[in-house]
């Protein structure tokens, strides 16, 4: 949990082989005596790095496209080939970011006409603190921010981890948003009090029909903004649509410790606790889905097209 | 907020004025002397304890029958009259806590024949901690552990203040009871994953048309639990009906510091944050209002008649 935000996890683990090969080369070659190859070494650490956090695709989508890399390359050249793949990731990253905010703000701003623009609800952070540099769902905000058009920005606490207060609210104090920061359970009454034109989260894993997984607390947000009229966005980046997988029900949700929320909820050491690190939104509950793409809605039947977004999109 | 619970805080302020009034004689004599008696000086201290915190009704209901008792008595017994009148409080409320566990008990049971029991879930603290020793949607679950019908309980965390992960996780957890500590943002993928029959909440004051003050995150919950198909129940004295006011939107909601939430999610120092202690759940999220009297539930056209409950239960 030091690395968080899925698309960062997936550069840090490119980067973090960049540095590990070429500070280990000596290592390498100990290993590859006569037993394996450095490709071979390679695959073995990749495979290792893919299934350290379950739940974001990203990760594993970075490992396969690395694993292209891998192949095409020989053994001697083989360690170039990613260090430069991974600085290609970090500029591919911001300037995927950007797509996505611009995507999102012109969205927006086609429905929601209000002179000072639009007002935001999001959760965790999906700034530049959880992407290479800009942000996915935090970047749309950013994008209105950039046009004077962002005229108000609620970021939720998100418990247990405090994602929103340590990090969004940090960012929102410091791009000079107008922002405030509030309980994940005063959603609802946040909504009805001081209201908002949309919730944008970003995503974790978003599959064929829509349904997305994200930090925990999401699925809560998007009955509430359901409920109560709003919209709700997902950003995030192309790469995080999963058409592999059907629906939600088959996204592995990773568990983490009691220690977590008794810490630092003041509970009893051995209280029970259930600790999810994400939820599943349904579909249902989203009314678009931001890429650098582009943004992705509902058919005429009301369901999310994702594989032929995808397919029209893949280059 | 050192002394939580809107029953207990009534309770508390009559207590205190008890001790106050016992302990300060000498004060009452020297204040008295020529200017004004000792009933004028128990009305001032009425007076201020009446809107020390504005949102629970029962400090309010418990200062109005304070004045009848003091009315009644001479400036010579006025003193012993309060400090009875104290000690019969702390009584009543913990055998009306007993009839509201008894009948949100039956009721539930009525509808959830599970051998197991009832799943429940709550939010903040409505145990022996919130009252002077039993607790009224606590109070329920203490009843079904009774009877061997608490099949599970979830406690959400209750930010900013955590009375759920403080207060009530501990009330369940030396009760023995199979109950879960989650964050206030996983009450949907709790409902969805592990299930609950009920939803059982505190109120700090209940309107005419059933609309229900509580603590923060309530709402939120309730919308939650509307939309999974979850009862909702509120269960609080009966003097927590306030048919004085016609609907939540009269309800004045107390907003406290931000450093409260700064400070406990390690936010910018200077962040805007938004900390209202309450929230107001609009009644038709709400099935039932659970009394010492008897449960409440809405009428043929879908309304609770709060009113006409309080004249018919009125002695």
Known sequence: MRIRGAPLIAIVAVLGLSVDLTSNESTISHLTDGN????????????????????????????EELKDIVEKSSNDDVVTAIVTHAQFMLKRDV???????????????????????????????????ATAGWGT??????????RSKLRSIAALETRPYNQGSRLTAYEIYTEQMNGTLICDSMAAFYLKRKGADA?????????????????????????????????????SPFT??????????EIEIEERPAKEMIDSGSAPKN????????????????????????VLKKGPDGKFDVIGFVKKHSS
Chains 1, 2 share one sequence.
């Open 199 to 235: 919730c944008v989260v970003g995503a974790d894993r978003v599959c064929a029909n829509g349904d997305t997984a994200n930090k925990i607390g999401t699925y809560n947000l998007s009955i509430i903004a359901k409920e109560m009229g709003v919209e709700f966005f997902v950003a």
């Open 271 to 294: 209280m029970s606790c259930w600790n999810p690190a994400f939820d599943v939104t349904p579909a249902e509950y989203i009314t678009g889905i931001i890429t650098e793409k582009g």
């Open 137 to 146: 769902a935090l970047g749309v905000a950013r994008e209105l921010q950039v």
């Open 95 to 129: 300037s995927d970011n950007k797509a996505i905010g611009s995507h999102g703000a012109d969205d927006l701003l086609s429905r929601h006409t209000h002179p000072d623009g639009v007002r935001l609800v999001t959760i965790c952070n999906t700034g530049s603190l």
């Open 36 to 63: 394996t190859d450095t490709k071979t070494f390679i695959y073995d650490k990749m495979t290792y790095l893919k299934t350290s956090r379950p739940t974001a695709v990203n990760l594993f989508n970075a490992m």
């Open 240 to 249: 995080t649509l999963d058409v592999n997988l059907k629906s939600g029900d």
